[in-house]
């Protein structure tokens, strides 16, 4: 298993990270230690959770992912044999902190929630898992809305959240911040703040890329690579929408597809989801493992975050790692990218 740079920390994290979001939902505690136990045998070291956890968020289920995993670490005793990555959440959920926006107090008390529940005495990474401010980032038209900012106020949260990770970095309890679903003018500015006022840097960010959603490559692959902040990229299959299996109204039972929503599927993006299958079975190749392969080539790409429900689907995945990619299918990928820019 390749290894990279986790940003400037220092630590060295797997090209394959362990996504865990399925865990107390679609999979039982049996399944999520299976699965981690699988990974380290696979040469993994990274893995990625968050209190929000599992999806599709739900009140019941809050935490529940976080406390399988300290469970396995309760069990296992091989803490050590990770980076352990995990997410304070942002807004908006009313069974989170009421859905208010998040304060420097908040992330104090969620961090100290999650390391209860994960049962260790530090996390490797801690990552803001959207911001306060409105942003575009789950918004389908990706357009930015100016009339819904407060300049001031968001500079000013920005700050208190990242001086709240400060105490909580000096006291030992995380060795790394994060970002998540950030922007490129977020990012710089947690940058500059850190830098402005001595606090810790900004590590890492974890936002959406895949085939049908490639907005990365624009300023925010330029930020990550001039500022070494390193992505972990979220979704690399699109909700499983890449793999075919949703095409023609499909939602084959025990699928996220089946229980959550999936927006990605679209008039716009079916017809190019079909091109890109077509395009894998010309040559041979996993629909899954060609997408996966695909994002690892990505120059700016630390860390691809995968989410399996089923062993079988998960050693698929951790298999796209070792395939290589013609260049007439680096062609053919380039051709319906250029075609369909912006399909969701």
Known sequence: MKMMPLGRTGISVSQICLGTMTWGEQNTQDEAHQQMNFALDKGINFIDTAELYAVPPRAETYGATEEMIGNWFAANGRREDWVLASKVAGPGRKWIREGRRLKGADVTEALEASLKRLQT??????????????????????????????????????????????????????????????????????????????????????????????????????????????????????????????????????????????????????????????????????????????????????????????????????GAGEIVLSDEVMAGIEAIHRAHPRPI
């Not at 084959?252 to 929503?261: K, L, V």
């Not at 993006?269 to 890109?276: G, L, R």
Request: glycine share 8%; aromatic share 10%.
């Open 121 to 318: 005495d530090h996390l490797d990474l801690y990552q803001i898992h959207w911001p306060n401010r409105v942003h575009y980032n789950f918004d389908r038209s990706w357009i930015f809305n100016p009339y819904a900012q407060d300049k001031e106020r968001a500079r000013g949260e920005m700050l208190e959240i990242l001086e709240a990770l400060g105490r909580a970095h000096e006291a030992g309890k995380i060795r790394a911040i994060g970002l998540s679903n950030e922007t490129s003018w977020g990012t710089m500015e947690f940058l500059r703040l850190a830098e402005a006022h001595g606090l810790p840097r900004v590590a890492s960010i974890q936002n959406e890329y895949n085939l049908i959603r490639r907005q990365f490559d624009l300023d925010l692959a330029e930020v990550c690579f001039f500022e070494d902040v390193a992505l972990m990229a979220y979704s690399p299959l699109a909700a499983g929408a890449l793999s075919g299996k949703y095409m023609g109204g499909q939602r084959p039972a025990g699928t996220r597809g089946a229980i959550g929503d999936m927006w990605r599927l679209s008039e716009h993006s079916e017809p190019v989801i079909a091109a890109y299958v077509a395009l894998a079975r010309e040559h041979g190749l996993d629909p899954c493992q060609m997408a996966l392969a695909w994002c690892l080539t990505r120059p700016f790409m630390s860390s691809l975050i995968i989410g399996a429900t089923s062993m079988d689907q998960l050693a698929a995945d951790i």
